[in-house]
């Protein structure tokens, strides 16, 4: 009789302590929000936000999304003529950024053509490629063949020079694109 009677405080122990301790985590953290937000009302910690402070930080060129906003902007219903200055400068600035950029893709096109045209004549004269020109499946004048081939590397070699000087180029001027292109910082801005 005694040993039920311990098994039975020793099993309804079990059940109620988990509970108990439960309760006690979900009280901890209630005491502690309401510390939390009792201590960000006492020092004037709590930062508000506003959609103003928002856009004052935005960078130049980017608009805030009218969805979002539940409302339009002046700049995202104003045609460009009527934008203010800056606001024109900085696109000026993206449309010769992009231009830069597009300079910049089409000199690396360039180059990467003629490198794989170089890679393929150079396999022609490879002995070890299935397409050597003295291969077994040529017929004709193999050796015509190995001149013309050699005599078009040395202009391809030549044009992957003043190629590799045009993208030089390109990339120079779009990385002074883009150095234009960042706004001056103003020393009122916080980090």
Known sequence: MRARRLLLVLVLATLVAPA?????IGDVA???????????????????????????????????DADDAGESTATSSSPTSERPEPERRYERRDADTAEQTQAVNRAQAEVDSIEKRIRELNGRLNPMSRDYVYGAARSGDAAAEEL???????QLEERLVRARQDLAQANQGRNAAQQQREPPSSSSDVH
């Open 20 to 24: 108990a301790f439960a309760q006690g």
């Open 30 to 64: 209630a005491r502690a929000r309401a510390s939390r937000e009792k201590a960000g009302k006492k020092t004037g910690t709590e930062t508000v936000f506003t959609n103003h402070d928002l856009d004052a930080r935005r960078p130049p060129g980017t608009e805030r």
């Open 148 to 154: 013309r081939i050699k005599q078009e590397l040395s």
